[in-house]
């Protein structure tokens, strides 16, 4: 939709420090940008909401969750 473009294009300007909480079969994975996981992958969704928040410190990066379908969640 419109607003999840929207969304995308404010992440990619927003540079590397974006983050993407992913619902995944095998947990909740946490990318950045680039699509990069190093490993990061939790049993639920507040795991990896701390871990997003932590690698983002305080920086201009948002978060922004997927559900298993590719659908954003917030």
Same mark, same amino acid.
């Not at 992440?11 to 983050?19: E, F, L, R």
């Not at 795991?47 to 969640?73: H, M, P, Y």
């Given at each position: /939709?419109?607003?999840?473009? &929207?969304? *995308? +294009? $404010?992440? +990619?300007?927003?540079? =590397?420090?974006? !983050?993407?909480? %992913?619902? =995944? *079969? /095998?947990?909740? /994975? +946490? !990318?950045?940008?680039?699509?990069? $996981?190093?490993?990061? =992958?939790?049993?639920n969704?507040q795991? #990896?909401?701390? #871990?997003?928040?932590?690698? %983002?410190? &305080?920086? !201009?990066?948002? %978060?922004? +969750?997927?559900?298993? $379908?590719?659908?954003?969640?917030?």
């Open positions: /939709s419109n607003k999840q473009v &929207r969304e *995308y +294009v $404010t992440a +990619v300007k927003k540079g =590397t420090k974006s !983050q993407f909480v %992913i619902h =995944t *079969y /095998s947990g909740w /994975s +946490v !990318q950045d940008a680039f699509g990069d $996981t190093s490993g990061s =992958t939790y049993a969704k795991d #990896a909401l701390d #871990a997003a928040k932590a690698k %983002i410190g &305080r920086s !201009q990066g948002e %978060i922004f +969750v997927f559900d298993k $379908t590719g659908n954003l969640l917030q």
